[in-house]
């Protein structure tokens, strides 16, 4: 393990900056843009919602602005570019741009992005009867491209080993693609789920992105690490507009394709398992959902008064501010323990 360099660290802060100035540059002509085009948020009433409840909570917030992960991604992607150019003419010692470390969570954010972007279009012009791509289209499209990506760690990359904290290193030799599709799957479907309430998403993806930057660093992967950093970077400038009352919503383009890339660093980083704590909110999102769905098999009746659980406490009286700031604060310290578990598991010897 290479010892931590300031001028990495330099570096690393310069490119947040420029993103994150960048970003807050872009969104207030973007959400003019967007209103121009009328691009905004619809409310849902089917499904898990709780038949009417979704639009008497969340009334207010028709006509929003969404698609606001498009600017996350284009701050991520100029960042990018432009080390790019810096590295071509001996600025800056390498780039972003790393065939080891960052084109595969590039791919991903890129693919999965115009994946959602699709979707949110769709969606908010009311041309598609499935109110945006159907489930069965989006779960293909995210698995398709899971299956490539699980090819590349694979077979490329030769990735097969699985870390569980405390224990160590187990070889799971080819089951590491499957593991791979589930994760890229999973992951992206939770973020979205929980993409549910002013600066909800935004917020614990920028404390779960900085935990694994922070790992990435420590794991010998200082280019992955930046790469987590720049992403930070364009979450703080969409939260700067996205923090309650919103001007502007990320949208499935944001919280799919955030949520995927997620979930390859989280591989490329061998600490999946840890994902699962510093991400603890998302996973208990999506079992919430599960939860109503089984319930309401079973049982003819529904557990929750609304599915995810953010809409539950909204309905039993917390305000939206309370919600999020109260999960912020359980991400917080999940993203603290996931943390500890990542360094420990490297060794101190390895980290000073």
């Not at 929003?64 to 990018?80: D, E, K, W, Y």
């Not at 790019?84 to 954010?109: D, I, K, M, Q, W």
């Not at 279009?121 to 109110?131: D, V």
Request: glycine share 10%; net charge positive.
């Amino acid at each position: 393990m290479e010892s931590i360099h300031a001028a990495n660290l330099f570096q690393i802060f310069a490119y947040c900056l420029f993103t994150f100035v960048l970003a807050v540059g872009v969104y207030p002509s973007f959400i003019r843009l967007i209103q121009k085009y009328k691009l905004t948020q619809k409310i849902r009433d089917e499904g898990l919602s709780g038949g009417k409840l979704m639009s008497f909570l969340h009334a207010h917030k028709k006509g929003t602005p969404t698609m606001g992960g498009i600017v996350i991604i284009l701050a991520v992607l100029v960042t990018v570019m432009l080390s790019r150019v810096l590295a071509y003419f001996g600025v800056v010692e390498s780039s972003l741009l790393n065939r080891g470390e960052t084109y595969l969570p590039l791919a991903t954010l890129l693919f999965v992005g115009v994946l959602g972007v699709v979707d949110d279009y769709l969606n908010i012009t009311e041309k598609s009867k499935h109110k945006g791509l159907s489930a069965r289209v989006k779960f293909w499209s995210l698995f398709l491209f899971a299956v490539l990506g699980a090819i590349w760690f694979t077979f490329k990359l030769d990735y097969s080993l699985l870390h569980v904290p405390g224990i160590g290193d187990f070889d799971i030799g080819y089951w590491y693609a499957p593991l791979f599709v589930f994760i890229l799957v999973g992951v992206s479907n939770s973020v979205n789920l929980t993409d549910g309430l002013d600066g909800l998403a935004g917020g614990l993806l920028a404390i779960s992105f900085s935990v694994f930057g922070a790992i990435a660093y420590f794991y010998g992967l200082p280019i992955l690490a930046a790469f987590c950093m720049v992403i930070v970077a364009a979450l703080l400038a969409f939260l700067w507009f996205n923090v309650p009352p919103a001007s502007v919503y990320m949208g499935d383009t944001g919280s799919l394709a955030l949520g995927a890339t997620l979930g390859v660093i989280a591989l490329m980083t061998n600490a999946v398992l840890i994902l699962a704590v510093v991400g603890l909110v998302f996973v208990i999102e999506t079992v919430s959902v599960a939860l109503q769905l089984f319930w309401k098999k079973k049982f003819k009746k529904k557990l929750f008064h609304i599915a995810p659980i953010h809409h539950h406490f909204e309905k039993v009286g917390w305000s939206e501010t309370q919600i999020v700031m109260r999960f912020w604060l359980i991400g917080g310290v999940c993203g603290g323990m996931g943390l500890i578990l990542g360094l420990l598991g490297m060794g101190l010897n390895s980290i000073f």
